[in-house]
């Protein structure tokens, strides 16, 4: 073939991808999961295991072997590489359709990948897809009080002191979601399937009602923290490529099945925290939470939304403080909330010539990075919304954290990149001194600070270190190194 006909090849095979991307507008069902038995057992902080049915098993690939795999929500070349045990240069190469400046797959695009054999792979079954997942757009509509009040369970009237003031057993929930990102219908499946917290008139007497074990953490309030926190490092680790694999409590290695769904995934790992051998395989089989969650809320897969479209792009952001200052650099990509995953966020301080706590200058103020809405803005943090449709649950919004309360953009106020948003500060969460935390979300999702689509402000473009808060921004040839000493290694300069 000459290069004139390669060329129109390529072209011709760049339009199906786009018309790839189109189609994944449509909510195309990537996989369909096994159906479900009609047989579920009671609610209880330890499951009683039952049968369980056989699930399908993988075959020993011969390495290389091209195997058939549909794209799903949040795919990306590199994260497939690293669950196929292959290399991105392979995958494009078995996909000339992909062009190499692709970011997120399209969910629905047929594939083939390069697979080299893993032993262990685990169970197939796929528990909740990620629009299920995360705090997305598919829970719009959802009122978590008057469900949990239309329920005779205990957590109607459960009721618990958290975050400066008494909330119930429903305004917990939907905290801890709104802070995680987590969808409140998930949290109350996981309620329900280890503390009958929506079917039984009271909470199981022993102490850590979810099985994970930290001290000081023994209440269900501070299981659900501890859970929610769980949950997120295994979806992001799934998303990202880091998490391939984790243990049992009694030693069992697990490896997901690189056809998993990041949702999935994340359970599978969650419930690896506290249960081996059949009350494990229960858990995140047909019987399990999936069958909580059907009992509650109905199948979670007949309606799927595409939470990450294809070739997903940011929209184009500013640094987040005044042209011609500079501030510095003081933490790297590291967790939006919580600990752990997702490394979403970073830090960033104005000057000063003290450490620690300070009051900032009064110059020396945040600004907004795009133009948006603010939807939210307390103690716990800063939503501005981008689309302005006044949910942050859709579309992409950027979360700010440790602005000060004295003179931080009010509820509802329509923000102009550049307008002040509020001072940096020490308020809100655990910090050592004063400074803002950024991070990003798209429908939900926190969107990872470095990846195929890094964290990108006015051409400062973010990279992970050795470990969390380390990194560098870089623009052109200019590198900054974050360090919470703001020496001028890493100072940044707004031009």
Known sequence: MNSSAISKTRRGLKIIFIAALFLSGCNLRAVTPPSTPATTHPNSTTPTPVPLPALPTRPVYKPGELVDYTAQN????????????TSVAEILEANPIVPREATTMPPGLPMKIPIYYRALWASPFQILPDDAFVNSPSLIGF????????????????QVYAAGRWRSGAQMVDFIATNYSLSPRLLLAVLEYQGGAL????????????????L??????????????????GYYGWRGGTLLEFDLPDGTLIRPDPWQNAGSAALQYYYSKMFSGDQYALAIGPQGLHQTYVNLFGDPWADLFTLIPGSLQQPELQLPFPVGHIWTYTG????????GEPFAAIDLAP??????CFI???????TAMADGLVVRSDIDGLILDLDMDGDERTGWVLFYLHLAAKDRAHLGAELKAGDMIGYPSCEGGRVTGTHIHIARKYNGEWILADGVLPFN???????NGTRAYLGTLTKGGSTVTACECSDKYSEVLNR
Do not use: C
Not at 74 to 85: I, P, Q
Not at 143 to 158: C, E, R
Not at 216 to 232: D, G, K, M, R, V
């Open 143 to 158: 009122n978590t009080p008057a469900f949990v009040a239309s329920q005779p369970g205990w957590l109607k009237d459960y």
């Open 457 to 463: 402000m006015g051409g400062w473009v973010t990279h």
């Open 351 to 356: 000057p000063s010539d003290k450490s620690g």
């Open 199 to 214: 079917s039984q008139p009271e909470p199981p007497v022993k102490k850590n009602l979810l099985g994970l074990k930290r």
């Open 216 to 233: 000081y953490y023994e209440s269900p309030y501070l299981q659900l923290i501890l859970a929610a926190s769980t949950l997120n490092n």
């Open 360 to 366: 900032a200058d009064a110059q020396q103020f945040a």
């Open 332 to 339: 790297g990509p590291h967790t939006a909330w919580g600990s």
């Open 74 to 85: 949040g795919d990306t070349l590199s994260a497939l590489a690293a669950r196929f045990n």
